[in-house]
Antibody, heavy 123, light 107 residues
Framework: EVQLVESGGGLVKPGGSLRLSCAASGFTFSSYSMNWVRQAPGKGLEWVSSISSSSSYIYYADSVKGRFTISRDNAKNSLYLQMNSLRAEDTAVYYC????????????????WGQGTLVTVSS | EIVMTQSPATLSVSPGERATLSCRASQSVSSNLAWYQQKPGQAPRLLIYGASTRATGIPARFSGSGSGTEFTLTISSLQSEDFAVYYCQQYNNWPQTFGQGTKLEIK
């Protein structure tokens, strides 16, 4: 069974940092690009960042560019999101999502999704 | 950035009836469009990709159509478990963008 499990969320003060992790299992992690998508409380979905299978291609939303860093460790079947200079507007559930197909280098539909981890930025 | 606009924001339909949800892109996304279903407290679930291909395990009552800038998700006969929020997503251009969602509620 394909499974994605996020961890690392929590309460952090504005300007602080947090590192999210996503543990993958049930598929060949090194063959798929991966993504982070977030959802602010009561709001819609917002794509955050994507990374290709070999980390050669990385994309960020403008709202997080320069503050967040996506990375992966294929040996550990893990995806990461380092979040620095956090702001109140970064408060959201952060989902890890696999791209739906190995055919594309990066980009595409998201399937499956993890259960999410909540990040709260507040003083 | 491509803006995805979903309509209506809320749709009230009775069980057993058909529901039609719309998604419009501010510029052509070809057929690079996906639909997701999200229930309260749960992660989104992929329903449709490539505008019209059902994901694995998705019932045949869900169908997608359209290309370019106009897309439709149709649920042919609503079941109780279908009442949820539905999002469209374009993956033709960076940044990938989602619509704001359509809440499908029981009439």
């Amino acid at each position: 069974e394909v499974q994605l499990v996020e961890s690392g969320g929590g309460l952090v003060k504005p300007g602080g940092s947090l590192r999210l992790s996503c543990a993958a299992s049930g598929f060949t992690f090194s063959s798929y690009s991966m993504n982070w998508v977030r959802q602010a409380p009561g709001k819609g979905l917002e794509w955050v960042s994507s990374i290709s299978s070999s980390s050669s291609y990385i994309y960020y939303a403008d709202s997080v560019k320069g503050r967040f860093t996506i990375s992966r460790d294929n040996a550990k079947n893990s995806l990461y999101l380092q979040m620095n200079s956090l702001r109140a507007e970064d408060t959201a559930v952060y989902y890890c999502a696999r791209v739906g197909t190995m055919i594309v280098v990066v980009g595409g539909w998201f399937d499956p999704w993890g259960q999410g981890t909540l990040v709260t930025v507040s003083s | 950035e491509i803006v995805m606009t979903q309509s209506p924001a809320t749709l009230s339909v009775s069980p057993g009836e058909r529901a039609t949800l719309s998604c419009r892109a501010s510029q052509s996304v070809s057929s690079n469009l996906a639909w997701y279903q999200q229930k309260p407290g749960q992660a989104p679930r992929l329903l449709i990709y490539g505008a019209s291909t059902r994901a694995t395990g998705i019932p045949a009552r869900f169908s997608g159509s359209g290309s370019g800038t106009e897309f439709t998700l149709t649920i042919s006969s609503l079941q109780s478990e279908d009442f949820a929020v539905y999002y469209c997503q374009q993956y033709n251009n960076w940044p990938q963008t989602f619509g704001q969602g359509t809440k499908l509620e029981i009439k």
